[in-house]
């Protein structure tokens, strides 16, 4: 079956520090991978997505950027936190967009910048 | 462009009373529609989904009807239990958006005994 793997599941960050989260998702191949922000009362907004190795989407200007250096693999990255960059950051997978379209998440990862 | 508008919460209910979160819609084309919860602390789960007009989607006594005439999908359970408080997310999805889905603000359900 398939899981997904989201960590650290909590830190806190002084402004002006770097981040690195990272997801990874186990069995499945060429999975869609998304990072959405859920902002404390809010909804999700959808950061980046990602349709295969290498292939980065961004849909808000800001203050991070994504990778994907192999096929089940994401991470989300800043080299200089803001702290509006505070929130809970999901990481998301679909398997097959032209079928269910459910998407899997992750635990979440808490940040606090302060 | 997309969009899911969600009914205000809290939503602040006794136990074995009945559960109505409004969901409507924009979107282009044909959308699927997903209702999602979260439990506290954890990230989101499917809830049930319905992919064309008039599905009915259910799971664990949660139900929603797709609604194209009123671009509505909106969740009712007849009974809720303590173990539903929760916040719930209304979602859509298009076929031709790379699998992009669009988010309700989420509403908060608390169930009191």
């Known amino acids: ?114 | 462009g997309d969009s899911v508008t969600q009914m205000e919460g809290p939503v602040t209910l006794s136990e074995e009373a009945f559960l109505t979160i409004n969901c409507t819609y924009t979107a282009t084309g044909y959308p699927s529609l997903f209702w999602y919860v979260q439990y506290p602390g954890e990230g989101l789960q499917l809830l049930l989904k319905a992919t064309k007009a008039d599905d009915k989607g259910s799971n664990k006594g949660f139900e929603a009807t797709y609604r194209k005439e009123t671009t509505s999908f909106h969740l009712e359970k007849g009974s809720v239990q303590v173990s539903d408080s929760a916040v719930y997310f209304c979602a859509l999805r298009r076929y031709t958006n790379a699998g992009k889905s669009t988010f309700g603000d989420g509403t908060t359900l608390t169930v009191k005994p």
Request: proline letters at 5%.
């Open chain 1, 1 to 114: 079956s398939q899981t997904i793997h989201q960590w650290p599941a909590t830190l806190v960050q002084p402004v002006g520090s770097p981040l690195s989260l990272e997801c990874t998702v186990e069995g499945t191949s060429n999975p869609n991978l998304y990072w959405y922000r859920q902002a404390a009362g809010r909804g999700l907004q959808l950061l980046f997505y990602s349709v295969g190795i290498g292939q980065i989407s961004s849909e808000v200007p800001q203050n991070l950027s994504a990778s994907r250096p192999q096929d089940r693999q994401f991470i989300l990255s800043s080299k200089k936190l803001l702290l509006s960059d505070s929130g809970f950051y999901l990481c998301a997978w679909m398997e097959d967009i032209l079928n269910t379209g459910e998407l899997f998440f992750g635990e979440g990862s808490r940040l606090t910048v302060l």
